[in-house]
Every structure is written in C-alpha cells, then in structure tokens.
C-alpha cells in the first residue's frame, strides 16, 4: 500500500517538475527602482544590496530556529544528566 502511494506521488512530483516554466520571481516593487537604476549607472549597486537583502530575510528565520532547536537539545541534555547522572543512556 505505501509503495502504490510513493509511486503514486513520485509520478505527480515528476508531472509537476517537467511542467514548470522559466518564472520571473522578482514583484513589480523589487524591479521597478531596479529598471529605474539601469539609465543612471548604478544599476550593480543597486542589484547587489537588494541581493544581500532578500540573502538576510531568506537566513534569518532559520538561524532563530536552530538557535531554539540548540538551545532546547542543550537544556533538554542537561536536564537528562541531572536525572540519572550519565546523559540519555539508561543501561
């Protein structure tokens, strides 16, 4: 039953992937100041800084999550070798 269901969902994945078309995933409100920029000569500049802007807001969320995720696996680990003095091990 789970293999007929995989199989079922990889040949849907495939369908999909072989479907998708070239996108331009810039809004209008990214490239407007961009096409502005391109008469003025500073358009590099410009396209740099907006590259390492959307670089921050893509990292930021996952670096506040592995922060937690350490946080809690260090405090859960310390809290467990308090219980029976040697860690997670039981035996």
Same mark, same amino acid.
């Given at each position: 039953?789970?293999?007929?269901?995989?199989?079922?969902?990889?040949?849907? #994945? #495939?369908?999909?992937? =072989?479907?998708?078309?070239? #996108?331009? $995933?810039?809004?209008?409100?990214?490239?407007?100041?961009?096409?502005? !920029?391109?008469?003025?000569?500073?358009?590099? =500049?410009?396209?740099? &800084?907006? &590259?390492?802007?959307? /670089?921050?807001?893509? #990292? /930021?969320?996952?670096? =506040?999550? %592995?922060?937690?995720?350490?946080?809690?696996?260090? &405090? $859960?680990?310390?809290? $467990?070798? !308090?219980? !029976?003095?040697? %860690?997670?091990?039981?035996?």
């Amino acid at each position: 039953m789970k293999q007929a269901v995989m199989g079922r969902i990889s040949v849907l #994945v #495939v369908f999909f992937l =072989l479907l998708a078309q070239g #996108v331009s $995933a810039q809004c209008s409100m990214c490239r407007a100041p961009l096409e502005g !920029n391109v008469s003025d000569g500073t358009f590099l =500049l410009t396209s740099e &800084n907006l &590259n390492a802007g959307i /670089t921050l807001l893509f #990292v /930021t969320p996952y670096l =506040l999550i %592995g922060a937690v995720a350490l946080f809690w696996y260090l &405090n $859960a680990r310390k809290h $467990a070798r !308090n219980l !029976n003095g040697r %860690g997670y091990s039981q035996g």
